[in-house]
């Protein structure tokens, strides 16, 4: 697979197809790398919490009598890993999970951008983060749930990656043949250069912050895979004043 067929001198149909060939040949070579680091990076990410679990349960094993806080620290370590675990399984779950639905709903982007925003409240007060939703009426057609959770995740990220007492500003606009949904926040932003890699699976940009905030980097490239199944697309971009801009297009 690997090596590319020479390509014969005379230029007739045989060298078209050898230069289609060629060009399959390394379309399928890239998908299957791309496969591999997926799974690679799934394994690595499941086995983090099922090894903590098991070096838990094994010294705990070792001693024969145990205090009630040394049951307690098990029993939540116990809970907060297998919670990741279980959150990781539905995330992975989610991004495969997508063929046969119906893309034919209609929807209406404001009503689902306030839903998002209404689940979200809860999480704004840790930080006192300030929601802000304005624009258009504007109905598109699409998966109503799929777009539900994209944006929800999108929203949640601005919130989560936000500073104390900060904004998130959420603009519903309207061109002639396509709906413009722009998130901004006031948080830590996103470097330049990484710009285009945090849409990768598993991608942070800070692997240990990020794990302490939670999300193992699934997030956006769910985004981004429910965004293109609506022929939309979605980019990042810095913020006018600080933070990070999400535009999505639909
Ligand atoms: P996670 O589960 O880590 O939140 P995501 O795929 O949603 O995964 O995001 C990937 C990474 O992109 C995050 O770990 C974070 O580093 C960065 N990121 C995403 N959204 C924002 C944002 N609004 N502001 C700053 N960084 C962000």
């Not at 098991?54 to 620290?73: A, P």
């Not at 209404?118 to 009426?137: A, C, D, M, R």
């Not at 989560?160 to 002639?176: L, P, Q």
């Amino acid at each position: 697979l690997s090596e590319d067929l020479p390509v014969p001198e005379i230029h007739d149909e045989i060298a078209d197809l050898t230069v289609s060939f060629n060009q399959m040949s390394s379309k399928l070579e890239e998908a299957f790398a791309m496969q591999k680091r997926f799974s690679q990076s799934a394994a690595h990410e499941l086995r983090t919490p099922l090894t903590v679990l098991r070096t838990k349960v094994d010294v705990f094993k070792k001693k024969k009598e145990h205090t009630s806080e040394e049951y307690d620290n098990l029993l939540s370590v116990i809970t907060t890993h297998t919670n990741r675990l279980s959150e990781l399984v539905k995330d992975l779950l989610d991004l495969t999970n997508m063929d046969d639905l119906d893309y034919d709903e209609q929807i209406e982007l404001n009503a689902l951008l306030q839903d998002v925003v209404e689940e979200l409240i809860p999480l704004t007060k840790e930080k006192n983060i300030t929601i802000n939703v304005n624009g258009t009426s504007k109905s598109i057609a699409g998966n109503k749930s799929l777009l539900h959770r994209a944006f929800y995740n999108l929203v949640e990220n601005a919130i989560k990656y936000n500073t104390e007492n900060g904004t998130v500003d959420i603009c519903i606009g309207d061109s002639a043949d396509h709906a413009v949904v722009t998130i901004a926040d006031t948080g830590i932003g996103i470097p330049k250069e990484l710009e285009e890699l945090i849409f990768e699976p598993f991608f942070r940009v800070d692997k240990s912050r990020s794990r302490q905030i939670g999300g193992a980097g699934l997030g956006l490239s769910t985004v981004k895979t429910i965004i293109e199944k609506h022929n939309g697309v979605v980019s990042v971009s810095e913020n006018e004043t600080a933070g990070s801009r999400f535009t999505i297009q639909l």
